[in-house]
C-alpha cells in the first residue's frame, strides 16, 4: 500500500485531480507502481491499474501477480473510504487473474483510513465475462 500512495505522486491528472497509484506483487517478489494517466480526449485516459499490470507483464510476462494496492489522492478533499477500481479494471483484474489460474488479491485504500482486502478479484466483478464465452 505504502508504494501505491507513493505512485499517487506520479499521476498525470490535470483535468480531474484525482490522482490514481496502484502497486503489484509478483511471485517473485518484484513490485511495480503506475499511476494514472489522463487526456483531454476522457476515452483515451489510462487508469493506474491498468498501467501497473501492462508494465509489469511486458517485464515479467509468466510471473503471476500476487496482489494489487490501489488508492488516490483527491486535490480538493481527502479520501477517507477506499477506492475501488472502474469497471474496465475489474474486468482487466479478473482476465490476470483467469490467465494465470491463481487468486489477485487486491487491497483498497483511500489517503487513509480503513483498508479493504479481497482474496480474489473476481469478487469485484461478479459474473465477469472471461474466454469461455466466446
Known amino acids: 500500500m505504502k508504494s501505491a500512495h ?13 490522482k490514481v497509484g496502484a502497486a503489484i506483487l509478483l511471485k517473485n517478489g518484484k513490485t511495480f507502481k503506475g499511476s494514472n ?24 510476462p509468466n510471473n503471476i501477480v500476487e496482489a494489487i494496492a490501489i ?8 479520501l477517507d473510504m477506499p477506492i475501488s477500481p472502474c469497471g474496465a479494471c475489474r474486468q482487466v483484474l ?3 487473474e483467469q490467465k494465470q489460474k491463481h487468486p489477485l488479491k487486491v487491497i ?11 482474496d480474489s478479484a473476481s469478487e469485484l466483478l461478479p459474473l465477469g465475462f472471461d474466454g469461455d464465452l466466446l
Open 6 to 18: 507513493k505512485a499517487t505522486k506520479s499521476a498525470y491528472a490535470p483535468y480531474s485531480n484525482f
Open 37 to 60: 494517466f489522463e487526456n483531454a480526449s476522457y476515452p483515451l485516459c489510462l487508469c493506474a491499474e491498468r498501467v501497473v499490470l501492462a508494465a509489469a507483464h511486458s517485464c515479467h
Open 71 to 78: 488508492t488516490a489522492k483527491n486535490e480538493v478533499k481527502i
Open 94 to 96: 479478473v482476465e490476470v
Open 108 to 118: 483498497l485504500q483511500g489517503e487513509q483510513g480503513p483498508i479493504y482486502v479481497f
